[in-house]
C-alpha cells in the first residue's frame, strides 16, 4: 500500500520555483499557491497590477492534492441546509455559484489545453440509511422550485448500500493536482511565483502591508490575500473560533471497470465513491470519520476503511491517505475583504475545488473594482444568529477540552515503546525512534496556540489535536496554521 494521494502518482512534472532572497515591493501579494491562491492569480495576471505569489512548500502539493478531485454542485444536502440556514434564495445563489466555478475551471482547462483527465459525470447524492427523510424532501423541494433537473432513485450505479438518491448532471471529475501544476504554468509566464517561502506575519504600514517571510525578507504590497488552506493569524478575523476542522480518509485500489460516476452520501460519515482511469481504471473511496479532536489514532480509522473497501468491493487498498477539511459554522466559505485591502479565502467545507475556483473569481474581482454577485454572499464578517452562535460555542468547548486533556495526558495510551514525551533541558518534547534507532527530537508544543502535539503513526508526523498544524519527525512545519517549526536546539 502506498502511503500518499493517488493524484501524486502522476508523472506531470511541477517545476519547482525559486525562494524569495530580497525584499521586495508589489501591488498585490498571494499567500498560498492551491485553488484559491492560483485561481486568483490566474483571474489578475493579465490586469495592471503587479502581482507575486507566495508558497510555504510547491504550489499544488497542499490540501487540494490529496481531496477526492471532483467538481460539482451536488454537495450532499447543501441546499435544505442553506435555506434553512437563510433563505432559498441564498441556497441559489450558492449553486450559482457552483455552476460557475465548474464553467470556469472548464473554461481554463480548454482554453489552455491542460491536461488533467477531466471527465463528465452523472453526480449523486445518496442515503445508505434513509434516516434522512425530511431533508431528502427539502432537497426535491429545492431542486422543483428553481426548476433544476434531477432524478430520483433507489439505487446507485456501483453495489452499494442505498435507500434513495439524487441523480444530477453536468458535474466533472479531474485529476487536482494535474490541474494546479497546469496553472502555476501559466500563470508563473505573467507573475513572480515564490516557492518555499512561508509568510510569518503580515502588518499594516500606512496604507501599505509589508509580510514578512523566512529568512527575514519582506514584501511590500498594498493587497494581500490570504489563501491558504487555514490562515496563519488569528486576530482580527479569529478563524479558530469560527470553524471546526474534520478528517477526510481516502483509498483507492484497481478497479474491474471504468466508472464514470460520482456520488456523496448523506449522514455523518459523509461517503464518496468516484471513479478514475488512468492507465487503469481505480475506483476512489472517501469518508468523513469524525473532527480531528477526537479519535486521535489515526491507524484505527486506515482499519476502518481498509475493511469497508474489502467488504463492498473485495479489494485491498493501493492507496491511502487523509486530508482536512476547514468547516465553517453556517456551510459557507469565507471569501473577500476582512479589512483595507486584506482579504481571506478559506472554509470550503469539504468543496475546495469549486469554492477555490469561485474565490480566486470573487477576490480578483474586489481588486480590480469590478461587480461581483457573490460578494455579499461569501463576506468574511456576515451576521451571526443564535443557533450560529451556539454552533461556534460547542465547536470551541470540544477544542477546549482537547486542549485540556492534552495537557494533563500528553502520552497516549496508544504509543509504544518508539514514541514518548518528555522533558529535554526543561523543554516539553516529544520523542520518535525510527526503525534505525534513530531518536528525532523535537517541541511538543504547536506554536500557533500552544496545544500539545500527538504522533500520527501512518504519516510519521506530528499533528495538532486543535487546529490540524502538521509537522515532520525532525520537526520541520508541514502546513499551518502554525507558521513556525517545532525544531529544538541540540545543546
Known amino acids: ?176 493536482y494535474e490541474y494546479l501544476v497546469g496553472l502555476k504554468n501559466i500563470v508563473s509566464k505573467k507573475i513572480d511565483i515564490y516557492e518555499n517561502t512561508r509568510c510569518i506575519s503580515v502588518d499594516k504600514d500606512n496604507d501599505m502591508y509589508v509580510s514578512k517571510v523566512n529568512d527575514g525578507y519582506k514584501i511590500r504590497s498594498k493587497f494581500v490575500v490570504v489563501a491558504c488552506h487555514y490562515p496563519m493569524f488569528i486576530v482580527p478575523f479569529f478563524i479558530p473560533f469560527k470553524t471546526r476542522v474534520d478528517r477526510f480518509f481516502i483509498g483507492a485500489a484497481k478497479f474491474d471497470k471504468e466508472l464514470s460516476s460520482q456520488m456523496i452520501s448523506t449522514g455523518k460519515r459523509s461517503i464518496s465513491i468516484r471513479g478514475y482511469k488512468d492507465i487503469d481504471n481505480y475506483l476512489i473511496y472517501g469518508r468523513r470519520n469524525h473532527s480531528i479532536t477526537t479519535n486521535l489514532d489515526i491507524r484505527d480509522d486506515y482499519r476502518e476503511l481498509s475493511g469497508e473497501y474489502k467488504k463492498y468491493f473485495g479489494k485491498d487498498l493501493e492507496y491511502f491517505y487523509h486530508t482536512h477539511d476547514l468547516m465553517t459554522y453556517d456551510g459557507l466559505p469565507f471569501i473577500g475583504k476582512i479589512d483595507n485591502n486584506l482579504f481571506i479565502s478559506t472554509g470550503f467545507n469539504k468543496w475546495g475545488n469549486t469554492n477555490g475556483t469561485i474565490s480566486g473569481m470573487v477576490i480578483s474581482d474586489i481588486i480590480n473594482n469590478k461587480d461581483n454577485k457573490y460578494i455579499g454572499l461569501f463576506n468574511p464578517k456576515r451576521g451571526l444568529s443564535i443557533d450560529k452562535i451556539k454552533n461556534i460555542f460547542i465547536y470551541n468547548i470540544e477544542v477546549g477540552s482537547r486542549y485540556i486533556l492534552n495537557k494533563i495526558s500528553s502520552n497516549k495510551s496508544y504509543y509504544g515503546d518508539d514514541v514518548r514525551i518528555e522533558y529535554v533541558n526543561g523543554k516539553k518534547c516529544g520523542i520518535y525512534k525510527d526503525i534505525k534507532g534513530i531518536e528525532h527530537i523535537v517541541s511538543n508544543i504547536c506554536p500557533h496556540m500552544k496545544c500539545n502535539l500527538v504522533f500520527n503513526y501512518i504519516d510519521k508526523t506530528w499533528d495538532c489535536p486543535c487546529h490540524a498544524s502538521r509537522f515532520d519527525i525532525d520537526g520541520n512545519i508541514i502546513y499551518g496554521p502554525s507558521v513556525y517549526d517545532i525544531k529544538i536546539n541540540k545543546e
Open 1 to 176: 500500500m502506498k502511503n500518499k494521494s493517488i493524484w501524486m502518482n502522476s508523472n506531470i512534472k511541477n517545476e519547482k520555483m525559486s525562494k524569495l532572497d530580497k525584499d521586495i515591493n508589489c501591488d498585490v501579494l498571494i499567500i498560498g499557491g492551491g485553488m484559491a491562491g492560483l485561481s486568483t492569480a490566474y483571474n489578475l495576471m493579465n490586469s495592471d497590477k503587479k502581482v507575486v505569489l507566495i508558497e510555504r512548500d510547491i504550489c499544488g502539493m497542499g490540501a487540494t492534492s490529496k481531496n477526492t478531485g471532483k467538481l460539482t454542485w451536488m454537495q450532499d444536502l447543501i441546499y435544505s441546509r442553506l435555506s434553512k440556514n437563510y433563505n432559498s434564495d441564498i441556497a441559489k445563489l450558492y449553486y450559482d455559484s457552483q455552476l460557475d466555478a465548474i464553467k470556469k475551471v472548464k473554461e481554463i482547462i480548454t482554453k489552455n489545453k491542460i491536461d488533467c483527465h477531466l471527465v463528465k459525470t452523472k453526480s449523486y447524492v445518496f442515503s445508505y440509511t434513509g434516516d434522512d427523510y425530511n431533508s431528502f424532501s427539502d432537497e426535491v423541494n429545492f431542486y422543483n422550485k428553481y426548476n433544476i433537473k434531477y432524478k430520483l432513485l433507489d439505487r446507485l450505479p456501483i453495489k452499494y448500500p442505498c435507500k434513495y438518491a439524487l441523480m444530477g448532471d453536468d458535474s466533472y471529475v479531474f485529476n487536482p
